[in-house]
């Protein structure tokens, strides 16, 4: 047997910056750090930050008053935001600066007097914390069917947001969709779905053809994850996620001559790396890592967290 490696896979710009956000925290406030969800969508990332005395929270009624508060990667709602600054909390935003892209555009476009359109999952973080930038005026669609049953005040005054970690295709279909019923429909400047979602999506479709098996580190609660197992799937090559390599199933391997393996962005490579070693003890010879894009992104960090942060480029 023999395993392909995608390329880019694993950690993006914005997963690094939540991490060490908290990291940094922790070292110069000292624990408990307390974290509104998890601050990526990855149970190893979050277990080893709780180790470190990160405290995971849903409510903030459960931060003691004058502690730190870490928003997630994810992002929050404006009424989320307003709670937080009342009760005087020391707050470190590690919103990725792509969601808070999107934040942005919400805003503008109400101010222009747009109904806005979200394209995204219902009860994920970032879905919530956009629809939160609005307190009135925003719809949510998951589908192309839920577009036909949008009630919109005036067809004329209407735009549209997309998550940033949707599946592009599944995103595509359903922003045609919204064309098609408002052709004056207003769009982002620049596509929503991240650099990062894009690029391993793309990996995927060029590795998953060459595989009989395709495998995707990453936590259920990952949309990002998810959207790369289907891909896999669409190329018509199976595909399985696990949140690390206990999870493997030997029965998987059965027949299988060529594996691919790929992360979600929220996934460390070293879940990676202890995947391939117990790949290895079950025959496979090889290991290839595949070309592809090279990610040179980083985010600069919050003011307050010391040391000097990286320019975005």
Request: with cysteine; hydrophobic share 40%; charged share 25%.
């Amino acid at each position: 047997m023999e395993v392909l490696l995608a390329q880019p896979r694993g950690f993006c710009a914005g997963v690094d910056r939540a991490i060490e956000i908290v990291e940094r925290a922790l070292a110069q406030f000292g624990a408990p750090i307390y974290v509104r969800h998890e601050i990526v969508h990855n149970k190893f990332v979050v277990d080893d930050l709780r180790r470190k005395g990160a405290v995971f929270i849903q409510e903030l009624d459960d931060v003691p008053a004058g502690q730190t508060l870490v928003f997630s990667a994810h992002g929050v709602s404006r009424e989320v935001r307003r709670e937080a600054e009342a009760r005087g909390l020391n707050i470190f935003d590690a919103t990725c600066p792509l969601v808070t892209k999107v934040h942005v555009e919400v805003a503008k476009m109400r101010r222009e007097g747009c109904e806005v359109i979200m394209v995204g999952h219902d009860g994920h973080p970032e879905v919530e914390g956009t629809m939160g930038q609005a307190d009135e005026g925003m719809h949510l669609v998951e589908t192309a069917d839920d577009v036909a049953h949008l009630r919109i005040s005036d067809p004329e005054r209407v735009a549209y947001v997309t998550q940033t970690t949707l599946s592009v295709d599944d995103a595509a279909t359903v922003t045609a969709a919204l064309r098609a019923r408002f052709p004056h429909i207003r769009e982002p400047k620049k596509a929503d779905i991240c650099y990062a979602t894009q690029n391993r999506q793309d990996a995927v479709k060029f590795m998953a053809p060459q595989c009989d098996l395709v495998l995707v580190v990453g936590s259920p609660a990952s949309s990002n994850s998810n959207r790369l197992r289907e891909v896999g799937e669409k190329m018509g090559t199976e595909a399985r996620m696990i949140d690390n390599a206990s999870e493997l199933d030997p029965a998987w391997l059965v027949g299988k001559k060529r594996i691919g393996v790929t992360a979600g962005a929220s996934a460390p490579e070293l879940l990676v790396n202890e995947l391939i070693e117990v790949l290895k003890a079950h025959g496979v010879k090889t290991v290839r890592c595949l070309e592809g894009v090279e990610e040179h992104v980083h985010f600069p960090l919050p003011r307050g967290l010391g040391g000097k942060s990286a320019d975005q480029s």
